[in-house]
């Protein structure tokens, strides 16, 4: 009975190198409240054992549709899901899916799901990149079917390029974005080229100090993911972040301090469409960099002169092109001239930018933490209530409202 409370997903592994980091797909769609039924192809059973899979799901494992006929799993496994996810997705699997071909229980059970369907694939570049494929993903899209754009890096052998699977938590992150939104994603930014900021900024004391904030750069990286999953192409400038992997399908320059965030912003700004400004950038610098550790002595430390460092966000608004549209941040806290929003619509004033997202802080909201919740504020007057959710819901929240003005 408690299985039927939570949200029921099917996972479904085609016959690739790449299955055996569907078993840590697997194992994070289970801790994190899933009831997750494996459909593995007889290939995939190649790569990772049936017993692996019945082992971390704690559900029966088959690959055909003869196997408890009365129970009719080819048909009511697809009614009953939530979600679908298959990752692996081969390029086989996705000619397969793409024909509406139902030779085994996976794809059998893709025929009668009506909830949102995820794909991940996997496979070497040139078969990503072969007509007969691009035309099968092109199909499943128009269809509804959410197709990730693969990550780049090593594949099978010494091969390395595009074509590799995501990430199992970004795999994740859009499992759990699909059943928050209760549809598929759009590829609405098709065509537009969009510039994110993520992470927080270091500015030196000296070779060892700096002064630092708590951003984990979650958000700006949820970001990025979504907007590239939405058929944007994605620059993303990361400052320091809590080790984080590379979106698949992005872009990344690495900027350090302030002033290299907004060299590095200010560049890749240029002939965007959208201009995404989330990261934590310090408000403040030391006047001059100690070239030597800065020793503890037997009195108290030498007064720390700070400066002023730019304000990224309204220089990207003064120097934005005609269309482009300018979205920032801003973490508040109240006090007693007002709460959290009173000064997220000040700051929209004071900034200019197009849309603004007010995110309360402190107290285990927003820093280094999963979920996030906000308003998200718009130059036009308009004021939406962010309910609490993933940093990827949120995202696709701001993606709405950029696709709505662009």
């Known amino acids: 009975m408690e299985s039927l409370t939570r949200p029921r997903v099917l996972l479904g592994v085609a016959g690739g190198i790449a299955a055996y980091k569907s078993a840590e797909l697997l194992r994070r769609l289970t801790e994190s409240g899933h009831s997750v039924r494996v459909l593995p192809t007889a290939a995939a059973l190649e790569f990772v054992g049936a017993a692996t899979f019945e ?20 048909v009511k496994l697809g009614q009953e899901a939530d979600l679908v996810v298959v990752a692996p997705a081969t390029a086989d699997l996705m000619a397969r899916a793409a024909s509406g071909r139902a030779d085994d229980l996976l794809t059998a059970s893709l025929l009668t799901a009506r909830c949102p369907v995820l794909f991940a694939p996997a496979m070497h570049t040139e ?15 128009s269809r509804g079917v959410v197709v990730l754009e693969p990550a780049s890096g090593r594949l099978t052998g010494k091969d390395t390029g595009r ?26 930014l098709s065509g537009r080229r969009v510039v994110v900021s993520a992470g927080g900024t270091r500015e030196a004391l000296d070779p060892v100090r700096y002064l630092g904030n708590r951003s984990s750069g979650r958000q700006g990286y949820a970001i990025a993911r979504v907007a590239a999953q939405r058929g944007a192409a994605v620059t993303l400038v990361a400052g320091h972040t809590a080790d984080l992997a590379d979106p698949a399908a992005v872009d990344v ?7 290299e965030m907004r060299d590095a912003m200010r560049a890749a700004a240029k002939g965007s469409d959208a201009v995404v400004m989330n990261a934590a950038v310090a408000d403040f610098r030391p006047v001059a960099l100690v070239d030597h550790k800065i020793k503890k002595g037997s009195g108290d430390p030498e007064p720390l002169a700070l400066t002023v460092n730019p304000d990224i966000l309204v220089e990207l608004v003064q120097a934005r092109e005609p269309g482009q549209i300018v979205a920032g941040f801003a973490a508040e806290t109240g006090d007693a001239t007002g709460d959290a929003l009173h000064h997220g619509r000040a700051k929209l004033a004071r900034k200019g930018c197009d849309l603004l997202i007010v995110n309360a802080v402190g107290d285990g909201k927003a820093f280094e933490v999963a979920d996030n919740s906000g308003w998200l504020l718009g130059a036009d007057g308009s004021e939406t209530e962010l309910g609490s959710g993933s940093k990827a819901l949120l995202a696709s929240y701001l993606w709405d409202a950029v696709a709505a003005r662009l």
């Open 163 to 188: 074509g590799r699977l995501p990430d199992p938590d970004e795999i994740a992150e859009f499992a759990r974005l699909l059943l928050e939104r209760g549809d598929a994603l759009p590829r609405d």
């Open 127 to 141: 078969m990503w990149d072969h007509p007969a494929t691009r035309a099968n993903v092109e199909l499943l899209r």
């Open 253 to 259: 320059v690495r900027a350090g301090s302030a002033r």
């Open 55 to 74: 082992a971390l799901s704690g559900q029966p494992v088959h690959t055909g549709v003869f196997t408890d006929v009365p129970a009719v799993p080819h």
